[in-house]
């Protein structure tokens, strides 16, 4: 049973981490909602306490909230103990969720009523933790007033009539609410407001997109720069995005965006700030990972699909940087066989099995794959490779092989594996490259449930505190 178990929460952390329920590559967005929502109720079902425990994990938003909902949603015949302990867990992920994102796992639970205590106290502690509840309630105000309504809570001070009966007011004594108040005669009070708001006023003022855009920049947030980065430059509007503060895989993703020669004349830029990102994540581990060798995939299936353009490309441009700065000396293959990383674009089969045996030739002290695991040029030389490298050229492991896959596959409930000699784990963000390849260690031994609940045991420390 121990051994199942084990098997049972890799399979989900690794779907976990890389599914959205979105379309990929080589499978539909409804195939991929029913085998998560499998994967999530059978966990549940059968794991309570080893579910929970995977908030503290790398998991993706979605599948967060996903987790969240459940819990709240069915209390089972947990303990106090354990009911404090997943009360610890919900809020810590919580406070490092998108607030967007919150509030719409709110409104989801408002639609399955789900209102028990524990349900309540979690929503009223977030709010009572937010910096600025009144630019919430401009920025998200139906979603607000629906978690307020829902559990039956007193907003503080003006809150309350600005929710529920905004246009009565005659003044507001908080700034941001009395701009919303005046911007449905003022043009000026337009961009007092965040941008998604004042995006609405604008027009209903008539506002010229350009005037309004360039009015408006100094309130956008750093997504809103990247997503109207094309739009305004079509309106003439330069929005540059702020690169030194771009997380490592956003600002791949960004960069990859770009047109060929746009990349080219600003090669100077672009590396630098990949690099200074790169950097920023590798922290005290920057040159310690000793000789790395990095397989990275950019054949055609890493273009990802309508929702997810370029992802697994992304992934694998930023662990290339991530690489560069955690290792002491580094050799990057790409399966393309091309050398500027720059220039990149998904191109070509996936011959994952001959840049194995290029990299091997450096005989690496780690050797990390980033690929969607699909090796067919020729199909299985990686695994048929791996196998034999492991069985009967390095029987004692010198080399720590890894496999990051960033693609979720439906049909088999996991990532797509090389070979059963060589742990596979999914990646989302290159930036949880380090704790991914700690992981891949626990993973290459599927049987320890004990080594598992350790590991386990020591994130939800570290993430949601010491129990009290």
């Not at 178990?5 to 779907?15: G, M, P, W």
């Not at 909602?33 to 994990?57: C, K, Q």
């Not at 370029?310 to 050799?331: G, K, N, Q």
């Not at 091309?338 to 998904?346: E, K, N, Q, S, V």
Request: aromatic share 8%; charged share 25%; hydrophobic share 45%.
């Amino acid at each position: 049973m121990d051994t199942l178990a084990a098997s049972d929460l890799l399979l989900f952390v690794n779907a976990a981490i890389t599914a959205t329920g979105q379309r990929e590559f080589r499978a539909d967005a409804g195939t991929q909602r029913l085998s998560l929502e499998f994967l999530h109720d059978y966990l549940l079902g059968n794991y309570r306490d080893l579910y929970a425990a995977t908030l503290a994990l790398d998991v993706n938003d979605h599948n967060a909230a996903m987790i969240v909902a459940r819990l709240l949603a069915d209390p089972g015949t947990t303990t106090p103990d354990e009911r404090r302990r997943e009360g610890r867990l919900i809020a810590a992920r919580l406070a490092v969720t998108p607030p967007q994102r919150v509030y719409d796992l709110f409104r989801s639970l408002r639609r399955a009523r789900v209102n028990n205590r524990l349900t309540r106290a979690v929503v009223r502690d977030w709010l009572a933790a937010r910096p600025d509840l009144a630019f919430d309630a401009v920025k998200y105000r139906g979603a607000v007033r629906d978690t307020v309504r829902h559990t039956h809570l007193a907003p503080p001070a003006e809150l309350g009539p600005f929710l529920f009966a905004p246009r009565r007011q005659s003044r507001y004594a908080t700034p941001i609410l009395d701009a919303w108040r005046r911007a449905h005669h003022e043009r000026s009070a337009v961009y007092e407001l965040p941008f998604t708001v004042a995006e609405g006023f604008a027009a209903r003022h008539g506002i010229d997109r350009a005037t309004f855009l360039e009015r408006a920049t100094p309130t956008m947030t750093r997504l809103e720069r990247l997503r109207l980065r094309e739009s305004a430059a079509r309106a003439g509007v330069g929005v540059a995005p702020d690169l030194d503060t771009m997380p490592l895989t956003r600002l791949a993703s960004y960069v990859l965006s770009l047109p060929g020669d746009d990349r080219a004349l600003r090669r100077a830029e672009l590396t630098g700030a990949l690099r200074v990102a790169a950097r920023r994540v590798a922290g005290e581990h920057a040159g310690r990972w000793g000789r790395v060798a990095a397989v990275l995939d950019d054949s055609f299936s890493s273009i990802g699909s309508t929702h997810k353009r370029r992802r697994p490309l992304a992934v694998a441009l930023a662990a290339h940087f991530l690489c560069e700065a955690l290792a002491t000396t580094y050799v990057p293959l790409w399966t393309s066989g091309r050398t500027d990383a720059l220039l990149l674009h998904p191109f070509g089969p996936t011959p994952l099995g001959e840049r194995v045996l290029d990299a091997l030739d450096h005989a690496p002290d780690r050797l990390l794959i980033v690929s969607d695991g699909w090796d067919n040029a020729p199909p299985g030389l990686a695994a048929e490779v791996l196998r034999v490298w492991r069985e009967r050229l390095d029987p004692d492991g010198r080399t720590a092989v890894v496999h990051l896959n960033p693609v979720y596959d439906a049909d088999d409930f996991d990532v797509h594996r090389l070979c059963a000699g060589v742990p596979t784990v999914g990646v989302r963000n290159a930036e949880d490259l380090p704790a991914l390849v700690e992981f891949a260690g626990l993973a290459a031994g599927t049987g320890d449930l004990d080594r598992l609940r350790s590991y386990l045991d020591q994130r939800v420390a570290r993430f949601a505190g010491p129990a009290r």
